[in-house]
């Protein structure tokens, strides 16, 4: 149809989709490792990756003024948003969920949407409810310039960093001290108690862990799509959320998984039926996986202990 | 039984009303819309407007020697909002509401604003049924409506951009559909041209790279988008990043300066429709100077429409006598009022007479007016 070659229009089609994947990736890794941890569903990470785009804002407009290259604003901006999210992160697990970690699940849920609520209010307040152009902080590579109309330089950075950012997880979670720790409070958080492990500590480290992540997702994000408000949180969360759950919540490589499936579920739809229908499509997959699979893709079905 | 009690606290609040209004009282004007929020940008010049407005009147002696008084409502373009604002300014004893600034919200107050007997006026909700359905006979505007603006995007398209295949974006919001909707039967019926694509995005998804490709591969000359300048500065950027590089035509939702400063320069070139220039009217440059002493900037979106909105509505009442609804709306619909757009009035549907559009591209950073 439309003498343009079906192939090529697939590949497009494909690196769309992977680029919104590695988007919602990038979210879903905290979302997956919190909930892996501690079982709570982290509303409030969306704001997180909200404020870390912010900050990355701020950080990158006073650097610009310094005069400082590209490449270094990138990871001097990225580095701040990270270690404020990060800070974000903790106090929020301190203040929110800590007090209510003997309550009933439902309660840190509440409190985890009355964060939420908050954070975004926060920064309405301190910060300004307009949309906020984002610089393009990523470089535009030379040797992409042929693909152009196929992949852009920031899809390749979100791709690369999301799978970076999940090998790495993987890594420590298997082979430090630390990932070891996380294991055995997310398996047995009393028995790990009585072991020595601290896992008061573990929880914040995961959280530090989690939000750094979101802000370094905001920052990469927020360059791409070159505007930001403090709305963003909330679609790209839901739909980060949505992902993490379709791949099984809990399990690392099933968020990134579950973001792939989503985001290239998302743009076939749009290709080759209509973007009206996008969603739709994404939901109905996401009914039909929980039916077969209720765990999610690679999730573990757990016995609820008594 | 909440709707009893609804219904018997509007009663009671109309009873209210009338009381305060026999004793002599202000003339109370409900301003309402976005005046904070994502959307603030539009709601607040409205605010402004009306201000500056009634200061003047109120110097003077206010209307027929009585003051006027503004009562504010933000409701932040969100329609849930809009029904409890619109409670309030009728319980509060309001016959007469500048606002709202969004068709949903809008939309979403009519039926209080109705049932109340309250006129309302907007300077810039532009679904055309809002008017042309006749379910909100109390209803004015002092903006063309959509379809009215996508005939203009759609006979600039075809005529000067001269497109033949062109593909039809829309926001699957009230506004932007609405338009859309328009936009293709006009194209449709002028037999000149194809919409080779006619589909609505998701509002705030990360990335619109797959529509994109999708109008690359229909070969689409021309782009037309309904919708609000976030979706649409995602968009073009995604189109010129694909160096894609056709016309993107969008409408008065996109003629806000925020797009400019978002799209960066990926928006230069970029078409879109506004209300018609009025920066050699006396009366707009009246009111702009007066504005920027006060706030030190230019107005944004829909000053002159909120101006106007103003003008027609005071002068109503001063011609009426009074806030009852029937003679105000026999003056709106009657006496020639001047403003910023020249004379104008409304039609038996609440349309106004003697407004129109134009089209505005981005050039170095500017909206300039090409037609």
């Known amino acids: 149809m439309y003498c343009y070659a079906p192939m090529e229009y697939f590949i497009e089609l ?24 501690i079982g709570l ?41 990270i270690i404020w999210s990060a800070a974000y992160g903790y106090t929020m697990e301190k203040i929110a969920y800590r ?11 509440i409190s985890a949407i009355g964060m939420s609520i908050f954070l975004q209010n926060y920064v309405q307040l301190a910060q300004t409810a307009d949309y906020l152009p984002f610089p393009a902080l990523i470089p535009e590579f030379d040797f992409l310039e042929p693909y152009a109309g196929i992949v852009g330089s920031t899809d390749l950075v979100i791709l690369v960093v999301s799978a970076l950012g999940m090998i790495g997880l993987m890594l420590l979670i298997k082979y430090t001290r630390t990932g ?10 009393k028995m790990a108690l009585l072991l020595g492990i601290n896992v008061d500590r573990i929880i914040s480290i995961t959280f530090i862990i989690g939000s750094g992540l979101a802000a370094l997702g905001g920052v990469l994000i927020a360059s791409h799509i070159g505007q930001i408000n403090l709305y963003i949180g909330f679609i790209a969360g839901i739909k980060a959320f949505t992902a993490a759950v379709l791949g099984g919540i809990g399990s690392i490589p099933g968020a990134v998984l579950g973001s792939y499936i989503l985001g290239l579920t998302e743009a076939f739809a749009t290709g080759y039926v209509s973007s009206d229908y996008e969603d739709v499509f994404a939901f109905s997959l996401l009914v039909l996986i929980l039916i077969f699979r209720p765990a999610g893709l690679l999730g573990k079905a757990t016995i609820e202990k008594v | 039984m909440l709707k009893t009690f609804k219904i018997v606290s509007i009663c009671a609040a109309v009873a209210f009303a009338t009381a305060l209004a026999f004793a002599g009282e202000p003339i109370k004007i409900g301003v309402a819309g976005a005046h904070s929020g994502d959307l603030a940008s539009y709601g607040l010049p409205t605010l402004k407007a ?14 027929n ?3 006027i008084e503004l009562l504010i409502e933000d409701e932040a373009c969100k329609p849930e909002i809009a029904t409890s604002t619109a409670t309030k300014l009728v319980s509060s004893g309001v016959k007469v509401v500048i606002g709202h600034i969004c068709s949903g919200a809008t939309k979403a107050a009519l039926p209080i604003y109705r049932d109340a007997k ?8 532009t679904t055309p049924d809002l008017t042309q359905s006749g379910d909100y006979p109390n209803f004015y505007r002092t903006i063309g409506s959509d379809a009215v603006q996508a005939r203009y995007v759609v006979d600039f398209t075809l005529h000067t951009l001269k497109a033949k295949k062109i593909a039809v974006i829309h926001d699957k919001a009230d506004y932007g559909k609405g338009l859309a909707e328009y936009a293709l039967k006009f194209i449709k019926d002028s037999g000149e041209a194809k919409v080779v694509l006619f589909e609505g995005v998701t509002q705030g998804a990360p990335d619109y790279s797959a529509i994109v490709q999708k109008i690359k591969r229909f070969r689409a000359d021309a782009v037309i988008f309904g919708g609000y300048h976030p979706e649409a500065s995602k968009i073009v950027s995604r189109m010129r990043q694909k160096r894609l590089s056709i ?25 879109a429709t506004g209300p018609a220039d009025v920066s050699q009217s006396p009366i707009g440059i009246e009111y702009r100077e007066k504005f920027k002493q006060s706030e030190g900037k230019e107005p944004g979106a829909f000053f002159d429409n909120a101006v106007t909105a103003t003008l027609a509505l005071t002068n109503a009442i001063a011609k009426a006598g009074s806030t009852d609804p029937k003679a105000v709306a026999t003056a709106l619909h009657n006496e020639e009022v001047d403003t910023p757009f020249g004379k104008i009035k409304f039609d038996d549907k609440g349309d106004p007479i003697g407004i129109g559009f134009s089209i505005y591209q981005v050039q170095e950073g500017k909206y300039v007016q090409v037609q």
């Open chain 2, 50 to 63: 009306a201000q500056l407005i009634v200061k003047d009147i109120n110097a003077n002696g206010g209307i």
């Open chain 1, 41 to 81: 569903i982290n509303f409030a990470h969306g704001e997180i990756y909200m404020i870390g785009a912010f900050t990355a804002l701020i950080a990158s407009s006073v650097l610009t003024y310094l005069g400082l290259p590209l490449p270094a604003i990138l990871i001097l901006a990225a580095l701040a948003a």
């Open chain 1, 14 to 37: 494909t690196f769309s989709g992977l680029t919104r994947g590695s988007i919602y990736a990038l979210i879903a890794l905290g979302y997956t490792m919190v909930y892996g941890i």
């Open chain 2, 118 to 125: 309250v006129i309302a006026i907007s300077p810039s909700a």
């Open chain 1, 180 to 189: 070891k720790a996380m294991r055995a409070t997310a398996q047995d958080k």
């Open chain 2, 65 to 67: 020697g009585s003051e």
């Open chain 2, 247 to 271: 016309p993107f035509i969008s409408d008065d939702g996109v003629k806000d300066d925020t797009f400019i400063k978002v799209a960066g320069k990926y928006a230069e070139g970029v078409y």
């Open chain 1, 99 to 109: 007090p209510l970690r003997d309550a009933p699940r439902l309660s840190p849920l």
